[in-house]
């Protein structure tokens, strides 16, 4: 089974433009969730999607949206970039089912904001 | 607020030598489950190893054991015989189980391992 894939791998953008990330989960998970990893910080939740609704989400400013597709398939939008948006970006897919909701993790994406 | 703790920043392990990476964690509910990633320098994280709050028994996977003492609050990931490709850093996280969802993934700070031959 092919795992979480994350598109683009890399980014580099300039402040104030936007930003558009793609997640595909792994096939038959429902559940997407969205983190922002950077080195001062640490890892952050942004915010889970479920069957095409929000369902959790964590402290970030409105720049930050996203948005869950009916074949599960997730995109995250970051508007108005700033530096301190530079980050891994790593999505997670879980089944959502009955039992232990592990997260598989995809690559990621690393943003550079300049 | 829930909230786990690594103490160990970093660590260095001869190579066939077993390490110990602890956690702590400070929840008042009752319903979690504990997970364990590592994160190589390529960025992406990979999960290793899950307990679940009502689990009686530590859970194991290959090289991988959890020591969980549940009325101190640790989860403590034990590695075996490691291997150079064991050289990562290793994430503790937490999430809690409500009604009918898990919540967000709570992780802590990391601790680095560096396996040497």
């Known amino acids: 089974k092919a795992g979480v894939t994350q598109t683009p791998r890399y980014l580099i953008k300039t402040r104030g433009q936007q930003v558009t990330l793609s997640c595909s989960p792994i096939s038959g998970h429902r559940s997407v969730s969205w983190y922002q990893q950077t080195p001062g910080q640490g890892l952050q939740f942004l915010f889970e999607?479920?069957?095409?609704?929000?369902?959790n989400k964590g402290n970030f400013p409105g720049r930050f949206s996203g948005r869950q597709f009916s074949n599960s398939r997730s995109e995250m939008n970051v508007s108005t970039l700033e530096l301190g948006d530079s980050a891994l970006y790593l999505c997670?897919?879980?089944?959502?089912?009955?039992?232990?909701?592990?997260?598989?993790f995809g690559p990621g994406t690393r943003l550079l904001v300049l | 607020a829930q909230k786990i703790t690594q103490t160990q920043p970093g660590m260095f392990v001869q190579e066939k030598e077993a390490v110990t990476l602890d956690c702590t964690y400070d929840t008042s509910d009752q319903s979690y489950g504990l997970f364990w990633y590592k994160q190589p320098s390529s960025g992406e994280m990979i999960f290793l190893i899950y307990q679940g709050s009502y689990d009686e028994q530590n859970a194991t996977e290959g090289r991988y054991s959890l020591n969980f003492q549940k009325a101190r609050k640790s989860a403590n990931l034990v590695i075996s015989a490691s291997q150079l490709g064991d050289s990562a850093m290793y994430f503790c996280?937490?999430?809690?189980?409500?009604?009918?969802?898990?919540?967000?993934?709570?992780f802590g700070a990391g601790t680095q391992v560096v396996v040497t031959p």
């Open positions: 999607y479920f069957s095409e609704t929000q369902r």
């Open positions: 996280a937490m999430r809690l189980m409500t009604t009918d969802s898990w919540g967000k993934l709570q």
């Open positions: 997670a897919s879980s089944l959502a089912g009955a039992g232990v909701e592990t997260q598989y």
